[in-house]
């Protein structure tokens, strides 16, 4: 086996250690974070106390052509040698494999892993986590979640001697811009994503993106975090942005909200029958009323930002770039340089813990407002049709909005509610019991609404 470096000797403070560092890609991320070990290579030093020496790149093509102009002899196309040998592994292909394989082989050598992998993570994490624990490694993954923004650390050490109660992240720069864009200026969402498309913030592919499943995916890594219990990504309700029409985005600002994809992880106090509470977390994403005043609806464009609420901190919102090769490097280094002080310190540390065994729940245990559009006959007696049947099933109408619209000789009432707290169950079937009046055309949305 390579000879690898050890914790420094606390008699000797005045040895500077060499650190290997292995980078696995060399893409967007990748590209900027070669260069900035390179090129910080002193300062690097001075925050660490060890000389964080790039010892190789691995790369598919060692001739394709990159970002960064970087040195020829660093690349290889071996990257299991190249993971052998290192004291940190920092992993940026992304992808399930080789990327899994490579960690997992970086583990077992006993080398600190960072990675931006949110997709691996969500597959695997828990067996990943469990694999570098048993052999006191660290794993850490700022990057994977809202790029730039240090936010995994802040609340698995700031926040750790605190309870955080509930996590809203708008966690995906994709769907923010696109809504957004249909918020500031009207259009529809196949147009606002086709803006996206053009402009770089969308994949030609979008669905990772528009469906919520990036976002999932964070959410997962988020609710992991702050209640000290591993989620899976099947633990998250999932719902994306493709049926958000202009219209509710019209209906939601006239009503004083903006509508935005959040990925949410809330710690609920469930009662038995028999009157027993017990604690459990929601997981999940999908488009939101938020009031116009709440921080996150003044986060515009493609930026990301975590809205975080504690018991004893109270309310803390974290803000930047989610993505790009520059801002994700920065992240990634944070991990870098806190991996190799603990390794100058001697030992992995306490760093992610498991304790808090919290079950999760399924969106039907959630409880919040709902925004409500119906597509009604215009005739006399409507409105109390659909009023009594939001009254049998014990669900309370806060606002309601009618707009009509005439198509020829016909016309068609546009109707919108917004209902006090109520359950999943009893909106469901409120809803089921609206579709079936004789005067309903259709039920055009239903959203849910937060932050108030
Ligand atoms: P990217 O531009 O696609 O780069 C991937 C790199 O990995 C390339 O250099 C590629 O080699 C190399 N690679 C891929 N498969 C390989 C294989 N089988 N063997 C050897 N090398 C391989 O990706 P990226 O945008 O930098 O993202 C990297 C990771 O960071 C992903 O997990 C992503 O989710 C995460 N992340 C990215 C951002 C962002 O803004 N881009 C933000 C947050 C997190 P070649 O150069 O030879 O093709």
Do not use: W
Not at 82 to 99: F, K, S, T, W, Y
Not at 188 to 214: I, K, N, S
Not at 228 to 243: D, K, M, P, Y
Not at 367 to 378: E, L, Q
């Amino acid at each position: 086996m390579t000879e690898r470096t050890t914790a420094a000797d606390p008699a000797a403070p005045n040895t500077t250690k060499t650190l290997k560092v292995a980078l696995l890609g060399a893409g967007n991320v990748g590209s900027q974070v070669a260069r900035i070990l390179l090129e910080d290579a002193d300062a690097l030093q001075a925050r660490t106390g060890a000389r964080l020496e790039l010892s190789g790149i691995a790369v598919r093509n060692i001739d394709a052509p990159r970002e960064v102009e970087l040195p020829r002899e660093l690349f290889t196309t071996d990257a299991s040698a190249l993971v052998r040998g290192a004291d940190i592994v920092i992993e940026l292909m992304g992808g399930l494999e080789p990327a899994r394989t490579l960690i997992l082989e970086a583990i077992e050598h006993g080398a600190t892993v960072v990675s931006g992998n949110k997709a691996l993570l969500a597959a695997d994490g828990p067996s990943l986590y469990e694999k570098a624990d048993a052999a006191g490694v660290q794993l850490s993954y700022e990057a994977a979640v809202a790029g730039a923004i240090p936010i995994l650390r802040p609340i698995r050490d700031s926040l750790a001697g605190d309870k955080i109660t509930r996590v809203l992240g708008i966690v995906n720069g994709t769907t923010n811009y696109i809504l957004d864009q249909m918020d500031t200026t009207g259009a529809q969402f196949e147009d606002a994503l086709a803006d996206a498309q053009r402009l770089g913030y969308a994949e030609a592919d979008p669905t990772a993106d528009v469906e919520g499943h990036d976002a999932a995916a964070k959410a997962a890594i988020l609710a992991s975090l702050s209640f000290h219990t591993r989620f899976a990504l099947e633990n998250v309700h999932c719902q994306g942005i493709s049926s958000v029409t202009a219209a509710d985005i019209a209906a939601a600002k006239d009503a004083g909200f903006v509508i935005k994809l959040l990925a949410i992880a809330e710690k609920l106090t469930l009662v038995s029958d028999d009157g027993v509470e017990s604690e459990a977390v929601s997981v999940r994403v999908h488009p939101t009323l938020l009031p116009r005043e709440h921080p996150l609806a003044a986060v515009h464009g493609a930026f990301n930002a975590v809205f975080i609420e504690a018991e004893n901190a109270g309310e803390l919102m974290f803000y930047g770039r989610g993505a790009g090769g520059t801002p994700t490097a920065s992240a990634v280094l944070g991990d870098v340089v806190s991996a190799a002080r603990r390794m100058v310190l001697g030992g992995p540390g306490r760093t992610e813990t498991t304790t808090g065994h919290v079950p999760a729940v399924g969106i039907e245990a959630v409880s919040t407002r709902y925004y409500i559009g119906v597509d009604a006959a215009d005739q006399p007696g409507v409105l109390s049709k659909i009023a009594a049947v939001f009254t049998d099933h014990g669900v309370s109408i806060e606002t309601m909005r009618q707009t009509v619209h005439q198509n020829g000789g016909a016309s068609s009432a546009e109707l919108r509610f917004v209902t006090h707290e109520a359950s999943e169950a009893a909106l469901a079937a409120t809803v089921e019991a609206i579709k079936g009046l004789d005067v309903i055309n259709s039920v055009t949305s239903v959203l849910r609404v937060e932050g108030v």
